[in-house]
């Protein structure tokens, strides 16, 4: 493993907030010629426990993931619920939300260092946390806690 901040340089992610997610999935797979990929409701059922800005909030939120070659393209349509990706569509509009990195067994150790490093914590769940480096990278950070 690198001797990094972030552990790694790979890069196993790219995420754009989209105002319609099937509109989008349906566009980028024919744009590719591949088969559209499922949209899903995360944490629908609650499951995830979500915080947004020190907030406890449900995190629910519209998905789809294509499985690239070299990485994972992800559409998110955010739902009412407070979160980074609402709050990204209405003062930004659609467009590139954050990098993720994989952060196995360390994700909040370093979100931790990321702070320190200037990029605060801004919302997080079990799986996964985001940094804000925004103002330094012109994206957000995003650690996942997978294999």
């Not at 989209?18 to 989008?24: N, Q, T």
């Not at 559409?75 to 619920?81: A, N, Y």
Request: charged share 25%; hydrophobic share 40%; aromatic share 10%.
């Amino acid at each position: 493993m690198p001797n990094t901040i972030l552990g790694t340089t790979f890069v196993c992610q790219i995420a754009m907030v989209v105002r319609d997610v099937e509109k989008a999935t349906n566009k980028f797979a024919e744009l590719l010629g591949v088969p559209a990929p499922s949209i899903i409701m995360a944490n629908e059922d609650g499951s995830d426990t979500v915080t947004y800005r020190g907030a406890s909030t449900p995190g629910k939120v519209r998905l789809s993931f294509f499985h690239m070659e070299n990485t994972v393209i992800e559409f998110i349509e955010p739902t009412e619920d407070p979160s980074t990706w609402k709050e990204f569509l209405e003062t930004n509009g659609p467009g590139v939300h954050h990098f993720a990195f994989k952060a196995k067994d360390r994700m909040m150790a370093t979100a931790a260092k990321l702070e320190d490093f200037g990029f605060p914590l801004i919302q997080h769940g079990d799986k996964y946390a985001y940094v804000d480096s925004t103002d330094d990278l012109g994206v957000i950070l995003e650690l996942l806690d997978i294999d």
